[in-house]
């Protein structure tokens, strides 16, 4: 494995992926402008990443003909950068890394956080980051499986059944060296393979991913019925606090 550690502490940036159009929301507007508690989607997801003040930069990629990203307060927050989102959520994490490439350090730590899971907790981002301090390639939040899971072929009858024993559901933030990653994820685009998480890319090329156990609550807005439980898991965080 390459040494990419320098003599300079690393410097810790942040990409949220927002340019996609939620194709399984359904919805009239892309899923990360719906209103959860009373705010759109990605004024939580970027607020929560807001809050943890070792970051320098969160770069937010939008796609082109995003007109409500600017009617955010966030947006005009000082540590906020935008960039083009790309046709697939690594293009739009390259795009996002590009913007940053003029001032992060080949070992300096990028976390990737999806803008669709505005339910992650600051203290799960901080054990993230306190847990990896001293890995030299990265690693990611992920909750263990405790669904019994069931393999099907196509006419949805059950061919196998799944030890859930070391499975786990990957989330975001995922946070890696950020020469690394961009390398990676260049690697993976270039080839044509689908990486729907920054952690595949760097599995493809052989590293190795630390996971790190984050929370149950931590959902994906995917689907309609997500909407409802994220309102509720919000606000019972905001009791916890
Ligand atoms: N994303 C992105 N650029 C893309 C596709 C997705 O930045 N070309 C972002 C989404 O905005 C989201 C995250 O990647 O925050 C995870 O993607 P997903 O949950 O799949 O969102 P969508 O692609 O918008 O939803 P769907 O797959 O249902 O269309
Ligand atoms: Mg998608």
Same mark, same amino acid.
């Given at each position: 494995?390459?040494n990419t550690h320098s003599a300079d502490?690393?410097?810790?940036?942040?990409?949220?992926?927002?340019?996609?159009? *939620?194709?399984?929301? *359904?919805?009239?507007?892309?899923?990360?402008?719906?209103?959860?508690?009373?705010?759109?989607?990605?004024?939580?997801? %970027? &607020?929560?990443?807001?809050? %943890? /003040?070792? +970051?320098? $930069? +969160?770069?937010?990629?939008?796609?082109?003909?995003?007109?409500?990203?600017?009617?955010?307060?966030?947006?005009?927050?000082?540590?906020?950068?935008?960039?083009? @989102?790309?046709?697939?959520?690594?293009?739009?994490?390259?795009?996002?890394? &590009?913007?940053?490439?003029?001032?992060?350090? /080949?070992? &300096?730590? %990028?976390?990737?956080?999806?803008?669709?899971?505005?339910?992650?907790?600051?203290?799960?981002?901080?054990?993230?980051?306190?847990?990896?301090?001293?890995?030299?390639? @990265?690693?990611?939040? $992920?909750?263990?499986?405790?669904?019994?899971?069931?393999?099907? #072929? @196509?006419?949805?009858?059950?061919? /196998?059944? !799944?030890?859930?024993? #070391? !499975?786990? $559901?990957?989330?975001?933030?995922?946070?890696?060296?950020?020469?690394?990653?961009?390398?990676?994820?260049?690697?993976?685009?270039?080839? *044509?393979?689908?990486?729907?998480?920054?952690?595949?890319?760097?599995?493809?090329?052989?590293? #190795?991913?630390?996971?790190?156990?984050?929370?149950?609550?931590?959902?994906?807005?995917?689907?309609?019925?997500?909407?409802?439980?994220?309102?509720?898991?919000?606000?019972?965080?905001?009791? /916890? $606090?």
């Amino acid at each position: 494995m390459r040494n990419t550690h320098s003599a300079d502490k690393p410097r810790l940036w942040a990409v949220i992926p927002a340019a996609g159009t *939620g194709t399984r929301m *359904g919805a009239h507007v892309p899923k990360q402008y719906l209103p959860l508690n009373g705010r759109p989607l990605l004024a939580h997801t %970027v &607020d929560k990443l807001l809050g %943890v /003040e070792t +970051i320098e $930069a +969160i770069v937010v990629a939008r796609a082109a003909g995003d007109f409500y990203w600017s009617s955010l307060s966030c947006a005009r927050d000082s540590r906020i950068r935008e960039a083009q @989102g790309g046709d697939t959520r690594a293009q739009s994490v390259l795009n996002a890394l &590009d913007i940053l490439s003029h001032e992060a350090q /080949e070992n &300096d730590w %990028v976390l990737v956080h999806d803008a669709a899971r505005p339910c992650v907790m600051v203290s799960s981002i901080m054990a993230l980051i306190e847990a990896l301090k001293d890995n030299d390639v @990265g690693g990611i939040l $992920a909750s263990p499986i405790s669904d019994t899971l069931k393999r099907t #072929n @196509g006419e949805q009858v059950v061919t /196998e059944t !799944l030890n859930r024993h #070391n !499975l786990w $559901a990957a989330q975001t933030p995922q946070l890696f060296r950020f020469g690394l990653l961009r390398d990676c994820l260049q690697a993976a685009v270039n080839s *044509g393979e689908l990486v729907t998480d920054e952690a595949c890319a760097l599995e493809t090329a052989g590293f #190795n991913i630390q996971i790190v156990p984050g929370r149950a609550d931590n959902i994906k807005i995917t689907h309609p019925g997500d909407l409802a439980l994220a309102e509720c898991i919000l606000q019972q965080q905001l009791q /916890e $606090a």
